[in-house]
C-alpha cells in the first residue's frame, strides 16, 4: 500500500516569512497526527485529528501554527510568521483509529525546515 | 502530561553483543508503548510494540519488556549487527492515540 506523503522535502525561509506543509495519510487512516522533530530530539505532538476534528492541540503554538483537515483527508500545517526556533523536520504520521488497539502510526517523510 | 524519559542517549557496542535501552513513563493511563527506528534522514519505522496488558513480547532478535507498577519498560536486541545502528525512539501512548516519544538513543554498533 502507499505510505504517507509529505511535500515539500525541504524548505529554507526567513524569519518572519510564512510557510505551508502539506500531508496525504494512507488510505482509510482516520487518525492524523503532526510532530515536530527538532535535531537530536524525539518527534514531539504539534497537533491530533480524528477524521476532520481535532482531538488534541495542546501543544501548538496557537499564535502562529495552523492546521486543517477539512475533508478528513489531506491535511495542511501553516507557520506564520515563522521563527528561527521552529528550524525543525515536521513528520505527519496517520493510524487506522486512536480509541483501539490499532495504535501503531505510520510516518510520513518529513519536511526539514531551515529558518534563517 | 506525559513524560517519558530514555536511556541511555547514546550506546556503543561490538556486534554480537545485546544492547538494552530503557524508558520510564509518568502517567499510568498509558497504555500501548511502540518502539520506533530511525536511520539517519528518514522516517520512524515501528519495529517492536507492546500493549499494557502484556509484560513481554519477542520478535526474532528484538524484545520488549513492560513493569505498569514501575512504570517502565525496556528494548532488548540480542546479537547486534552494523546494520541495528540507527536512532532508537520509545514513546507511551494514551487510549486517544496521544503518543509521546523519548528523546532518543543513538545505537553504534562496531563491526
Known amino acids: 500500500e502507499a505510505g504517507v506523503a509529505q511535500s515539500p522535502r525541504y524548505k529554507i525561509i526567513e524569519k518572519r516569512q510564512s510557510v505551508a506543509f502539506w500531508c496525504n495519510p494512507i488510505?482509510?487512516?482516520?487518525?492524523l497526527y503532526w510532530y515536530q522533530q527538532i535535531l537530536g530530539q524525539g518527534p514531539k505532538l504539534l497537533i491530533q485529528?480524528?477524521?476532520?476534528?481535532?482531538?488534541?492541540d495542546s501543544q501548538l503554538p496557537k499564535d502562529r501554527f495552523s492546521a486543517e483537515r477539512l475533508k478528513g483527508v489531506d491535511s495542511t500545517l501553516k507557520i506564520q510568521p515563522a521563527k528561527l526556533e521552529d528550524s525543525a523536520v515536521y513528520l505527519c504520521?496517520?493510524?487506522?483509529?486512536?480509541?483501539?488497539?490499532?495504535?501503531?502510526?505510520?510516518f510520513g517523510p518529513g519536511t526539514r525546515l531551515t529558518v534563517l | 502530561g506525559e513524560n517519558v524519559e530514555q536511556h541511555p542517549s547514546t550506546l556503543s557496542v561490538q556486534e554480537g553483543d545485546s544492547a538494552v535501552i530503557k524508558c520510564t513513563y509518568s502517567?499510568?493511563?498509558?497504555?500501548?508503548f511502540p518502539w520506533y527506528k530511525q536511520e539517519l534522514g528518514k522516517r520512524p519505522q515501528l519495529i517492536i510494540d507492546?500493549?499494557?496488558?502484556?509484560g513481554e513480547k519477542k520478535d526474532q532478535r528484538i524484545a520488549v519488556t513492560l513493569n505498569k507498577t514501575a512504570k517502565h519498560f525496556s528494548l532488548h536486541i540480542t546479537e547486534t549487527q552494523p546494520e541495528d545502528s540507527a536512532v532508537y525512539f520509545c514513546?507511551?501512548?494514551?487510549?486517544?492515540?496521544?503518543?509521546?516519544f523519548g528523546d532518543g538513543t543513538t545505537l553504534t554498533v562496531k563491526p
Open positions: 504520521a496517520s493510524s487506522l483509529a486512536g480509541v483501539s488497539y490499532n495504535n501503531e502510526q505510520f
Open positions: 514513546a507511551a501512548t494514551l487510549g486517544a492515540g496521544k503518543s509521546t
Open positions: 488510505s482509510g487512516h482516520a487518525t
Open positions: 507492546i500493549r499494557s496488558n502484556v
Open positions: 502517567d499510568s493511563a498509558s497504555n500501548y
Open positions: 485529528f480524528q477524521n476532520n476534528g481535532v482531538v488534541d
